[in-house]
């Protein structure tokens, strides 16, 4: 009878002990979403809400930045949430040592205080044309020839879809036409062609003997190729201290392939609203939308990227809700709530829509998908369905800062979608240097 009394009294301390451990560890577990890096705007204050019992002191150049300790000087291991005060001061680095309590080291964030910045929010629907640094394969057919099955010489010299063939004989592709005048030579010679192509970052290096086709009677490779794309966007925003845009919020792919395209030339270009196609479950809608017929170029295209595409623009293009740049919200101030989205539903006109932002997505580093939005403005429900293709990149503002843009639609729920944060597309505009763990991915 004592050996039971002793075994069930044990297993109530073991029981009690995990309880009140696993309470322990819950902030420290917490811990784990404290930024490795943070980026801040010189002299504008930011809260950062932290779910921990901690407090967070500058360790070193402290004219940098200064926290603003909490008034409760002593917060429970209960506490779920509260708000450090960041003033940060002047450009620099530096770094916050977190403490649970106030007392023991958990974690150092590297912290750097970049200038502060605004930028004109956009919404204009645009047009984009973007010619590919070579010619990329986007299919194989086969050729006739005499006295054999058909042949695809080009997948017999194991180029893939998707390859992005930069070089011909040691001279680089400019075109199409020049791909046809090539295989003409080739054929004509019975030389092979040396092909230089890149995939999926890598060089590689084959030799491709054209066939006659003999319905056609004209030598052919055995590739379905293309050099260029085209379609409808939105801008985001207009950097007029640095002369350069950012738009769509999401990378372009070539539709055959989903391969990004790889920019060697490209410009965008006023376009006009014709009319939508409605979102529906399982359907998304798009924008129909024509190049005004000046076909005026707002800026030219370089970089094509996860978060869209990015290039210098000289001005405030037209039709612009803003005059004057308004500030950005970086990341970590990005809070659920009311928001807006500005873009064109008729015409060249820029419009306002009210969306609640749902969901955050805590992120130190770029990643996509950093924000769920909903719409609310009943107009543009009844006009749209929701989000629309052609919508991506629709600048979202909350609190009167620019936070992010539309990118994606959730095809069974038109009215929900995904946005990226504007901090990441103003990195890949170069407005804003990348952090160390943004470099370090792009690297790997």
């Known amino acids: 009878m004592k050996l039971n009394l002793g075994k069930k009294l044990i297993g109530l301390i073991v029981v009690l002990s995990i309880c009140l451990f696993g309470q ?54 209960s506490a779920r949430q509260h708000s450090i005060q960041l003033n940060p001061q002047q450009e620099g680095t530096t770094k916050l040592t977190w403490k649970l309590f106030g007392k023991i080291p958990l974690k150092t964030t590297d912290v750097h205080v970049v200038p502060d910045l605004k930028v004109v929010p956009g ?48 001279k680089a592709i400019t075109g199409v036409n020049a791909v046809a005048d090539t295989v003409l030579e080739s054929g004509k010679t019975k030389k092979p062609i040396d092909i230089t192509l890149s995939r999926q970052g890598k060089v590689i290096k084959t030799k491709l003997t054209p066939v006659f086709d003999e319905e056609d009677q004209v030598w052919r490779l055995g590739l379905y190729i293309r050099d260029s ?19 769509l919020g999401h990378v372009i ?14 410009e965008i270009v006023q ?37 869209g595409i990015f290039g210098k623009m000289p001005v405030n293009p037209e039709h612009s809700l803003y005059q004057k740049p308004i500030p950005v919200a970086f990341a970590h101030e990005v809070k659920e709530g009311p928001a807006e989205i500005l873009t064109v539903l008729e015409g060249q006109k820029v419009e306002r829509f009210t969306v609640d932002v749902v969901h955050v997505s805590p992120q130190d580093h770029a990643a996509t998908k950093g924000l769920v939005i909903r719409i609310t403005d009943k107009r543009l429900i009844d006009k749209t369905g929701g989000i629309v293709q052609g919508m991506s ?7 009167g800062k620019l936070i992010g843009a539309v990118t994606h639609v959730f095809v069974n729920d038109p009215k929900s979608g995904y946005g990226c944060f504007i901090e990441w597309m103003l990195e890949d505009a170069g407005v804003v240097i990348p952090n160390k763990q943004t470099m370090n991915l792009k690297a790997s």
């Open 24 to 77: 322990t560890l819950l902030p420290v577990f917490s811990y784990a979403s404290l930024p490795d890096e943070l980026r801040l705007l010189a002299g504008r204050e930011t809260h950062l809400e932290v779910s921990a019992p901690v407090d967070a002191t500058v360790s070193d150049q402290s004219e940098v930045l200064q926290v603003k300790k909490e008034t409760s000087s002593k917060l429970s291991v």
């Open 229 to 247: 794309a085209a379609g409808v966007g939105t801008l985001t925003f207009y950097a007029p201290d640095q002369g350069v845009y950012g738009a």
């Open 271 to 307: 376009s006009n609203v014709t009319s939508i196609a409605k979102s529906e479950t399982g359907d998304p809608g798009e924008k129909r939308a024509i190049f005004t017929k000046e076909s005026r170029i707002l800026g030219n295209i370089e970089r094509n990227t996860p978060f």
């Open 123 to 170: 919404g204009q629907t645009i047009g984009v044309k973007v010619k590919s640094a070579g010619i990329l394969v986007v299919g194989h057919h086969l050729v006739h020839v005499t006295s054999k099955d058909p042949v695809s010489p080009g997948e017999e010299a194991g180029i893939k879809l998707g390859d992005l063939l930069t070089h011909m004989n040691g």
């Open 393 to 399: 990149g629709s600048p979202i503002i909350q609190n």
């Open 253 to 266: 792919t070539d539709m055959n392939t989903q391969t990004p395209i790889v920019v060697g030339s490209g």
